[in-house]
Nanobody, 118 residues
């Protein structure tokens, strides 16, 4: 079973770019037909899928976040990365990386709190 671990700064200033990395172990992010997603949960709200990168490197984004979101990968490190630009306090949330996409989700990271504040 794959394991995922998020890493990145816990505090980001408004208007800056949030950058998080997910390190995957126990499996390759290039394994056929697997997708790798970023999901967040703002305080007091439900889970929000942000986007995903496929085994092929293709990327998919939530329409509501597409203009500010970029997902990339480093296959040599078995990592994929989220960048969210022009953040506001409304982007404060627990951010998760997970294996999966439209077909459902399997393993999740433990989540990392990101606070947007000056």
């Amino acid at each position: 079973q794959v394991q995922l671990q998020e890493s990145g700064p816990g505090l980001v200033k408004p208007s800056q770019t949030l950058s998080l990395t997910c390190t995957v172990s126990g499996g390759s992010i290039t394994t056929n037909y697997y997708y790798w997603s970023w999901i967040r949960q703002p305080p007091g709200k439900g889970l929000e899928w942000m986007g995903a990168i496929a085994y092929s490197g293709s990327t998919y984004y939530s329409p509501s976040l597409k203009s500010r979101t970029s997902i990339s990968r480093d296959t040599s490190k078995n990592q994929f990365t989220l960048q969210l630009s022009s953040v506001t306090p409304e982007d404060t949330a627990v951010y998760y990386c997970a294996e999966g996409g439209d077909y459902g989700f399997g393993s999740w990271g433990q989540g990392t709190q990101v606070t947007v504040s000056s």
